[in-house]
T-cell receptor
Framework: NAGVTQTPKFRILKIGQSMTLQCAQD?????MYWYRQDPGMGLKLIYY???????DKGEVPNGYNVSRSTTEDFPLRLELAAPSQTSVYFC?????????????FGSGTRLTVV | AQKITQTQPGMFVQEKEAVTLDCTYD???????LFWYKQPSSGEMIFLIY??????QNATEGRYSLNFQKARKSANLVISASQLGDSAMYFC?????????????FGSGTRLLVRP
């Protein structure tokens, strides 16, 4: 049982480049999330999805795009990378119902934009 | 406005003593959940404890307990008998329902250092 798998673990981008952060889960969770964590700060929600084909913006969506074509995968796309997007990115998944239905986090992607 | 507030950027505690990490929250949703996560220097997010808004009793998980004061909108984490391995960042988070979906919102964190 792999849980939530994020790739790559590390990446350096040049300003203006684009990339896709991959996230996959094998727990059949409906909900998936992308967060960013700036140094010394908490996690901020970028985008989330309640199921295949449905996505919505979080607190800090600018500069990012997402898609959810399958239950398992929730890639995050960065277009025209900027230094302000240097951060650690976490993907997470959960069941939709109340209670502690296990928000499972990936191990993170450390992105540096230079 | 901040939904989750952690007012202690950093805390020290002596090994084997108890420590309380503060968390206050703001929501108008009657149904919500409160979580605490630990983030060690390795970076992963480790779930510690959960409290539902309708739970009558404070949650406990081993050495972790959550002091839930609903009227004050506070959900403080208490770690008893601190260990050196408890040194980490600790995040309070709230799950609230918005429209037909749920979001998990985090506070800014408290860095705990356990002294030997």
């Amino acid at each position: 049982n792999a849980g939530v798998t994020q790739t790559p673990k590390f990446r350096i981008l040049k300003i203006g480049q684009s990339m896709t952060l991959q996230c996959a889960q094998d727990m059949n969770h409906n909900y998936m999330y992308w967060y960013r964590q700036d140094p010394g700060m908490g996690l901020k929600l970028i985008y989330y999805s309640v199921g295949a084909g449905i996505t919505d913006k979080g607190e800090v969506p600018n500069g990012y795009n997402v898609s959810r074509s399958t239950t398992e995968d929730f890639p995050l796309r960065l277009e025209l990378a900027a230094p302000s997007q240097t951060s650690v990115y976490f993907c997470a998944s959960s069941y939709p119902l109340g209670g502690n239905y296990g928000y499972t986090f990936g191990s993170g992607t450390r992105l540096t934009v230079v | 406005a901040q939904k989750i507030t952690q007012t202690q950027p950093g805390m020290f505690v002596q090994e084997k003593e108890a420590v309380t990490l503060d968390c206050t929250y703001d929501t108008s949703d009657p149904s919500y959940g409160l979580f605490w996560y630990k983030q060690p220097s390795s970076g992963e997010m480790i779930f510690l404890i959960y409290q539902g808004s309708y739970d009558q009793q404070n949650a406990t998980e081993g050495r972790y307990s959550l002091n839930f004061q609903k009227a004050r909108k506070s959900a403080n984490l208490v770690i008893s008998a601190s260990q050196l391995g408890d040194s980490a960042m600790y995040f309070c988070a709230m799950r609230e329902q918005m429209d037909s979906s749920y979001k998990l919102i985090f506070g800014s964190g408290t860095r705990l250092l356990v002294r030997p």
